[in-house]
Structure formats: C-alpha cells, structure tokens
T-cell receptor, first 113, second 112 residues
Framework: NAGVTQTPKFQVLKTGQSMTLQCAQD?????MYWYRQDPGMGLRLIYY???????DKGEVPNGYNVSRLNKREFSLRLESAAPSQTSVYFC????????????FGSGTRLTVV | GQQLNQSPQSMFIQEGEDVSMNCTSS?????WLWYKQDPGEGPVLLIA???AGELTSNGRLTAQFGITRKDSFLNISASIPSDVGIYFC????????????WGAGTKLIIKP
C-alpha cells in the first residue's frame, strides 16, 4: 500500500500563478485533510472533507479551494499564489472513528516568489 | 485560534539520556496525540490518549493525558540516534469533529 501520495514534492511559483496540489489515498478512508506547516508553528488546517462529496473550511482557508474528486482524491488549488502561501503542504486521511488511521503524505514544498 | 503550548522548543541531549516534553492549553481536550516528523516526511502517529489520567507506552515512549484534560507529556527513555526529529502534540477539542489543534513542535537533537 502506498498510503497517502502527494504530488508534486516541490514547486516554485511566481506571484499570481495558479496551481493544484494533488493528493490520493489507497486506504479507503472517508476523511481527508489539507494542512500547511510553517517554521516554528504547528500544522494548520486549511480544508477538510469528512466524506466524499463534502468539504469544509478549516482554520486558514483564505486563498485556497479544494475538490473532493472521489473517495480517493482530494486536491488543493491556489488560484492566485502569494508569497504568504510559501509553506509545506501536507495531505492526510483518516479512517472513520479512529486517530490511529490518521495518515499523512510526505508533503509538497511550495515557494512563491 | 486555539493554541497548544509545546515545550521545550528544542532539546540537545546525549545518547542514552531520557527526554521529556509537554503540551499545555487553556482548553479542554478529548484526545491527545503525539507525532514524530522526520525531515522531508509527514508526521507519524506515536501514541494516542483518550482518557484523563491515561498513561500509555509504546516501546521506550511513554505519554500521559493530564487529569485536568488540558495537558499531556511525552517521555522518551534511553534516547538513541534514530529518535532525532521533531515531536508534535495534537489535541482534539471537546465537541469538535476529529479536528486537531497542533503544538509548534519540539526538535530533538542528539549531541555526538
């Protein structure tokens, strides 16, 4: 099993460009999450999807949109990238009713110049 | 937003030493989780705590859920080089839907 797969691993964008971060899980998990991680700070939730067909805002949703394409895939889109969005982005998925199945991808390091 | 205060921010220790770190908050949590993150990877769950006062071990790691439900600590005994990394606490607030609040992390460095 691959677990949670994120692409790309690294990306450099110019201010104002758009891009989509991809996430896929093969564990049949219902819930999926997008976090950002900045130096000296804990993970902050951007958006989550409790189940296929639903999405909700987290702590820091401004400047982002998400799509739960199907049960496996949950993408994060930056419509007009800003330097403040320079961060490491993590996707995670969770088995319903358990934290032990809360699995993270290896992250996408995004730099906006 | 909600805050978890995690300390220390970093630790420099000798191999074989015991390590202790903790997280505190003014909020009440239903669940405390401890994760480890290696460079270039996502966090990996080490221990989950579900009841106030609960003490749980995972090999050389021991974690406790504080009686007040506002704090938790993690101990690592007899540290080894592969313990190096960043340790995060995360808590699920009472009445939240599995949403986690994260500490800022404790970076563990082993002195040669």
């Amino acid at each position: 099993n691959a677990g949670v797969t994120q692409t790309p691993k690294f990306q450099v964008l110019k201010t104002g460009q758009s891009m989509t971060l991809q996430c896929a899980q093969d564990m049949n998990h219902n819930s999926m999450y997008w976090y950002r991680q900045d130096p000296g700070m804990g993970l902050r939730l951007i958006y989550y999807s409790a189940s296929e067909g639903t999405t909700d805002k987290g702590e820091v949703p401004n400047g982002y949109n998400v799509s739960r394409l199907n049960k496996r895939e949950f993408s994060l889109r930056l419509e007009s990238a800003a330097p403040s969005q320079t961060s490491v982005y993590f996707c995670a998925s969770r088995k319903t009713g358990s934290f032990y199945g809360y699995t993270f991808g290896s992250g996408t390091r995004l730099t906006v110049v | 937003g909600q805050q978890l205060n995690q300390s220390p921010q970093s630790m420099f220790i000798q191999e074989g030493e015991d390590v202790s770190m903790n997280c505190t908050s003014s909020s009440i949590f239903n669940t405390w989780l401890w994760y480890k993150q290696d460079p270039g990877e996502g966090p990996v769950l080490l221990i989950a705590l579900y009841k106030a006062g609960e003490l749980t071990s995972n090999g050389r790691l021991t974690a406790q859920f504080g009686i007040t439900r506002k704090d938790s600590f993690l101990n690592i005994s007899a540290s080894i080089p592969s313990d190096v990394g960043i340790y995060f606490c995360a808590g699920q607030l009472r009445d939240s839907n599995y949403q986690l609040i994260w500490g800022a992390g404790t970076k563990l460095i082993i002195k040669p």
